[in-house]
């Protein structure tokens, strides 16, 4: 009979998730994307959109989907992660800490520590995460601490703004809004110098 499927063939569907910010948007999009020659016609766009954003940043898809792992450390906390009871309490300072710094602490913080130039290279990968989570409109700000010994702490200083300001003009020359911040902090002064403000006002920590 019409419409069913005998025992034993195979019968091919499509599952699709929609998400929208009403259940008649959801509804609207479900009927849109029900034939699945438009669904194949929407995949093959966002496909193509995708090749050339990472071209535009420079990123493999390899390390794409490195960042994609990164992020899901961002959403979702892994307990792993987390350091020691006796570590935490050492933190005295609260959301007040972050503030002196330009950070509100309202977003997640990806922080890295150098303290030599050869690390330069995973600043470097870091700052196309955090452009490459921009425009995935995951909010993240960037903490970049310079642990460099006193005598040279102002070349690898002056190496990390250069490398935030030519990760900036690639950005604002694809003219992608801005998500999150880039700081550069000296683990020996406070406060330090910011590469990139936050437009959030303070506000609790994360």
């Not at 419409?3 to 998400?19: E, F, H």
């Not at 900036?168 to 880039?182: A, R």
């Not at 700081?183 to 002064?189: D, E, F, H, V």
Request: proline residues 7%; glycine residues 6%; charged residues 25%.
């Amino acid at each position: 009979m019409p419409g069913q499927t005998r025992p034993g063939r195979d019968c091919p569907r499509d599952l699709s998730t929609v998400v929208a910010e009403s259940r008649e948007q959801v509804l609207d999009l479900a009927d849109k994307y029900r034939e699945s020659a438009t669904y194949e016609r929407a995949a093959i766009l966002a496909w193509t959109q995708a090749q050339v954003q990472l071209h535009h940043l420079g990123i493999e898809p390899d390390e794409a989907h490195l960042f994609q792992l990164l992020a899901n450390r961002i959403l979702y906390s892994d307990p792993s992660l987390r350091p020691a009871a006796s570590l935490l309490a050492r933190n005295e300072r609260g959301a007040p800490g972050l503030w002196a710094h330009g950070i509100s602490g309202d977003l997640p913080i990806v922080l890295v520590r150098i303290d030599e130039a050869e690390d330069l290279d995973i600043v470097r990968q870091l700052l196309r995460a955090h452009e490459y989570w921009r425009l995935k409109l995951l909010d993240v700000d960037l903490v970049i601490l310079n642990e460099h010994g006193a005598t040279y702490a102002q070349d690898l200083h002056d190496s990390l703004e250069a490398l935030v300001r030519t990760s900036q003009s690639i950005l604002v020359h694809g003219g992608h809004p801005g998500h999150g911040g880039v700081y550069i902090l000296r683990a020996t002064s406070s406060p330090p110098r910011t590469a990139r403000s936050s437009r959030r006002p303070p506000g609790p920590s994360c």
